[in-house]
């Protein structure tokens, strides 16, 4: 897919401020840190549409970008950041799942997973409630280029076996650089495929 179009649609705090869910959307989500903006500027080709988050979790907001005139790219907080009170935090959890299982317009959840790190807690137990909830998830393994490709690989082997232990099959899985645009293509063609797939759906709307 060609991205001639990234537009900010806008930012919302609370459900009732989301855009209207009249086009397909896929929301992108990770640890903070796991370089969610960096991969979105990739994927757009736009330097500075998400921004890199200098003060980890600090804005727990939900950014909609429309993609195309076509479709919504959301870039969800990350999750797991220490910076915010445990109040808040679980607030602002409560949040995140109420879009995630209510926004009937989005197609796919991206989950972003470092690939240098072995499977975390934190991780593993989100993609059990994505599952129980029947929320459609694709996994992003992100800053490919910081291993070789001998230690890529032993690292998803690795990761697939511990998901494995838990899960009948993968969700399927990306790897990607934001430093090399590794990824890029497959996820688009994804994003695509989906969207074809589900154009009457949208087209009805
Ligand atoms: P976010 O908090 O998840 O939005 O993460 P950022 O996109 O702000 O990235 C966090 C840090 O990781 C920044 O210093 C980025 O430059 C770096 N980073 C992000 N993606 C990559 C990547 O693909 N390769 C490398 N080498 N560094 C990356």
């Known amino acids: 897919m060609k991205i001639t179009k990234a537009d900010f649609v806008k930012s919302s705090k609370e459900i009732k401020d989301l855009p209207s869910g009249d086009k397909p959307e896929y929301a992108f989500i990770g640890r903070s840190n796991v370089g969610k903006s960096s991969l979105i500027n990739m994927l757009t080709g736009r330097k500075n549409l998400a921004k890199t988050s200098s003060t980890p979790g600090k804005t727990q ?18 999750y797991g950041y220490a910076k915010t009170s445990k109040a808040n935090r679980s607030e602002f959890q409560k949040m995140i799942r109420s879009y995630l299982k209510e926004r009937s317009n989005l197609v796919n959840t991206f989950l972003l997973i470092d690939a240098r790190h072995k499977a975390q807690k934190i991780d593993l137990e989100f993609m059990q409630w994505l599952g129980r909830n029947h929320i459609p998830f694709a996994i992003v393994f992100t800053k490919a280029d910081k291993l070789s490709s001998n230690q890529l690989a032993k690292q998803i082997k690795t990761y697939q076996t511990e998901m ?38 949208f087209s009805k709307k």
């Open 61 to 78: 907001l939900i950014n909609h970008f429309l993609i195309n005139d076509n479709w919504y790219l959301t870039d969800l907080p990350g």
């Open 164 to 201: 494995l232990r838990q899960w009948a099959s993968m969700p399927p899985y990306f790897v990607s650089s934001s430093v090399s645009g590794l990824g890029r293509k497959a996820i688009l063609d994804y994003i695509e495929h989906l969207n074809t797939q589900l154009s009457n759906h």
